[in-house]
């Protein structure tokens, strides 16, 4: 099977990012802030929703143009913490500034607040797929 490889370079893009990245499942040792290249980078294991949720794969997810990281919730110091990441939202400056916020939001109420010049991210798989242990089940967390 072909290994998915996304790029973003709007909000319409980081939409269809956050579908993919929906659940999946990251150590914060496997997270990166660069600020003198200004890139923000995360190896994440990510639930294949494109394959009906029973597989996951290995996958590196970055942002270039981030001026500023922000955290809520997350023990920056807790290298092997596991944490599950739920969306990718981004929020735009006002006017015709292309920069804004991204938000990682993470399940618990954690978040990485990525500013941003503009959107410009990428996700690709790095690894075959193996079997998912369990798959969240998202409409009886609503019930």
Do not use: I, Y
């Not at 499942?25 to 990510?46: D, E, G, I, M």
């Not at 143009?65 to 920056?76: A, E, H, S, Y």
């Not at 739920?86 to 618990?108: K, S």
């Amino acid at each position: 099977m072909s290994r998915l490889k996304l790029a973003a370079a709007d909000a319409e893009d980081l939409e269809v990012l956050s579908a993919r990245l929906q659940d999946a499942v990251l150590k914060l040792k496997n997270v990166s802030w660069q600020p003198r290249k200004r890139r923000f980078a995360a190896v994440v294991n990510r639930l294949q929703w494109e394959n009906g949720g029973k597989t996951r794969v290995r996958a590196g997810l970055h942002f270039e143009g981030v001026l500023k990281v922000q955290t809520q919730k997350v023990k920056l110091g807790a290298h092997e913490a596991v944490v599950s990441l739920l969306a990718v939202r981004f929020t735009p400056n006002t006017g015709e500034d292309p920069g804004g916020v991204v938000e990682l939001v993470l399940a618990g109420g954690g978040a990485f607040r990525l500013t941003v010049e503009c959107v410009d991210a990428e996700l690709a798989d790095m690894t075959s797929a193996w079997a998912a242990r369990g798959k969240p089940d998202h409409e009886s967390e609503r019930a």
